[in-house]
């Protein structure tokens, strides 16, 4: 879990990747899981492992399978720094704005990261009217508070700075808790399943990309440079079997293994692709459960629709409270994501 933690507590958020991008980059280069290593134009990072076949098998020509976790949270970018010191900011993502009341968060800038507090505009409990404290705030009434002098403040932040919330990664019963699980896991698994793999005959390209959260924006041109011949998106999903949920909009269950997803808004993936994961999971004993999103995307959606087309999976880490800085994921989830990832790679 210290690879995981480190990830989630690395912030990037759409447009700035660089940070967790350079930490991927010097794990895969200080464990030798790669053969080649490249960053496209817009910052994902590509990492190319040519096929390891069983000794004295012959190699046929390899299938090229490319997989592609997203390395962006949702975050904000400063957009306004008030003359007393107050910052205005831009989301970079979706948030639902009833989790973002008195929020630590980090301010990055050049010179180095800035804690605050995030808070809406507005009287605080003690003086505001019952109507009052009904209000749900839009995102422009928040602001951000770094205790600092204006003068201050404005010599250190700039329009474009990026913000994330500031949640600690904590271990809780058979789960891990965290910020932006969504989608460190998937970039976590991409990592292990490598570190699993022995010998397999296909070419895997890895892709690490940017600017999910915004439209899947990096996919499309790793996924023109890629060519694959089958895509697996590395994300996560919906865990909503939790009070208050009707259980037939539950999505996934904590503890029922990794999500195949069948289908979101953004994609159907290819049936005989998950057929095929499925029977490898039976026969390795690996939990796994299939899941339909009514409504999000992932990069694979980007992949399938590539040059010509081009056939998907979809793996996904079922997350309890997502897109909050109290994401959950089971352990045993995490757990059979890789390891189903690797198992499956090494009969192609």
């Known amino acids: 879990m210290e690879l995981l933690e480190l990830l989630t507590q690395t912030p990037s958020v759409p447009g700035r990747e660089s940070r967790i991008r350079q ?110 404290r009904k209000k749900v705030p839009e995102i422009e009434e928040f602001f951000i508070d770094l205790g600092l002098p204006g003068a201050d403040v404005k010599s250190r932040v700039k329009i474009g700075d990026m913000v994330v919330l500031d949640g600690p990664f904590a271990a809780v019963g058979q789960s891990v808790v965290s910020q932006c699980l969504d989608n460190r896991v998937g970039c976590w698994a991409q990592i292990r399943a490598l570190e699993q793999l022995r010998h397999h005959a296909c070419e895997i390209h890895a892709a690490w990309t940017v600017q999910e959260e915004v439209g899947l924006r990096g996919a499309i041109p790793a996924a023109y440079h890629v060519q694959p011949d089958i895509g697996v998106a590395c994300d996560t999903t919906l865990c909503c079997k ?35 994961i499925e029977a490898v999971a039976q026969r390795q004993g690996i939990k796994c459960q299939r899941a339909i999103l009514p409504r999000g995307g992932q990069d694979g959606a980007a992949i399938q629709r590539s040059r010509r087309g081009v056939r998907i999976a979809v793996f996904a880490c079922p997350i309890k409270y997502i897109h909050t800085v109290a994401e959950m994921a089971h352990r045993d989830d995490l757990d059979a994501y890789y390891k189903l990832l690797a198992a499956w790679l090494e009969t192609l």
Do not use: W
């Open 242 to 276: 939790t009070p208050g949920v009707p259980d037939e909009q539950r999505v996934s269950v904590a503890g029922d293994g990794v999500c195949l997803h069948v289908m979101d808004s953004s994609a159907i993936a290819d049936l005989d692709l998950i057929e095929q």
């Open 23 to 132: 930490v991927i980059a010097d794990y895969l280069l200080q464990h030798q899981l790669v053969d080649e290593l490249l960053t496209d134009a817009m910052g994902s990072l590509i990492g190319v492992r040519r096929p390891r076949p069983v000794p004295g098998q012959e190699s046929p020509v390899p299938c090229k399978v490319m997989l592609a976790a997203h390395m962006d949270q949702i975050g904000f970018l400063v957009s306004h720094v008030s003359d007393d010191g107050y910052l205005r900011v831009t989301p970079a993502g979706g948030f639902d704005t009833r989790n973002l009341f008195a929020r630590r968060v980090r301010v990055c800038t050049s010179a180095g990261d800035l804690p605050g507090v995030m808070n809406p505009a507005g009287k605080p409990i003690h003086i505001s009217t019952p109507e009052e």
